[in-house]
């Protein structure tokens, strides 16, 4: 199984500023890999690490098995208020870690063979099966558009429903062969992998990825205590949008500046900006993991 290299790993602690005897939150565990940055600072303070796939858990547990104090949640990031009522920091580092891209059977990759599956937590849900051979032709399009910024959205979809007539689509490289099959010859010798922004649309549409981040980024805040901060390592530009906009209306007020008002009058914002641009990998880094590219790590604190 290949091991997961954490992305950001110093420079998202870092902007956690994690505090010794603390309660800090794992939204994503994967391979425990951020998590065990934070125990290494924690002391006697607590961790809750949240995950999906149960598998995930089950490894970071091994990763972790030195600290008393993890508590191990399979469950949605976006239910964190559930169970925990006040927390000093959170981070998450979204999208899928290394082992789930690289086991075939999992179906996330466009480079393996496995079924259509795609899902993080395997014990429910739609599978990327259901998707691709059960959605209407305009859904499809919707998805590719959307979550994919699939410009050949409706080509690729026309082939999907045309394919799909004759047999169901069964496997990752079944599908890989009906998106080159689609394209043409220009986009094809294009750089990058021609069914990437298909497999992102359909993990996204199965593991409803930007429903749970919009989730979280409405209710964090309920949580997270005084000084406490939430960094965020995203992976697109459609989650780092999300993330961008929730933490600037978090951190302005807005003044109207016609009303005059003494300096006790003034509204000040409940949050500041820990970072103003987002932090992103250095060249060593992208070397070292080809996966860290696209990454762009954000972090709010409360006052
Ligand atoms: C990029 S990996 C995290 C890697 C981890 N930071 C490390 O260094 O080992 C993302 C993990 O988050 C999980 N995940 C993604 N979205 C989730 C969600 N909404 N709720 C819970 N877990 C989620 C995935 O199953 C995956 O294991």
Request: with cysteine; charged share 35%.
């Amino acid at each position: 199984m290949t091991d997961h290299v954490s992305v950001l790993l110093n420079e998202a602690i870092e902007l956690l500023n994690v505090r010794e005897g603390g309660t800090y939150i794992d939204g994503t565990l994967g391979r425990g890999g951020h998590s065990r940055k934070i125990l290494e600072r924690l002391g006697k303070g607590k961790l809750y690490c949240f995950d999906l796939d149960e598998q995930a858990i089950e490894e970071s547990k091994k990763v972790l098995k030195g600290y008393d104090n993890v508590v191990y949640i399979h469950d949605n990031f976006m239910n964190m208020n559930k169970y925990v009522k006040e927390a000093d920091g959170i981070i998450l580092d979204l999208g899928v870690s290394s082992p789930q891209f690289d086991e075939g059977d999992r179906g996330f990759s466009y480079r393996y063979e496995g079924p259509l599956d795609m899902r993080m937590d395997r014990s429910s849900g739609l599978s990327a099966y259901e998707v691709v051979n059960t959605y209407r032709k305009e859904d499809l399009v919707r998805i590719l558009y959307d979550y994919g910024e699939e410009r050949s959205a409706v080509r690729i979809a026309d082939a999907i429903v045309k394919a799909r007539a004759s047999k169901p689509i069964e496997t990752t490289l079944e599908l890989v062969g009906v998106i080159k099959e689609a394209l043409p010859q220009k986009t094809l010798s294009k750089k990058g992998h021609p069914a990437k922004q298909t497999f992102q649309a359909l993990r996204i549409e199965v593991n409803h990825e930007l429903d749970s981040l919009s989730c979280f980024l409405s209710n964090f805040n309920q949580i997270l205590a005084h000084k406490g901060r939430a960094v965020i390592i995203t992976f697109h530009s459609l989650e780092d949008r999300m993330v961008k906009r929730r933490f600037r209306e978090l951190s302005t007020v807005e003044d109207d500046k016609r009303v005059f008002k003494l300096p006790e009058e003034i509204e000040k914002a409940e949050y500041v900006l820990v970072n103003r641009k987002a932090v992103v990998p250095g060249e060593e880094e992208i070397e070292r993991n080809p996966r860290a590219k696209s990454a762009k790590l954000r972090g709010i604190e409360r006052l």
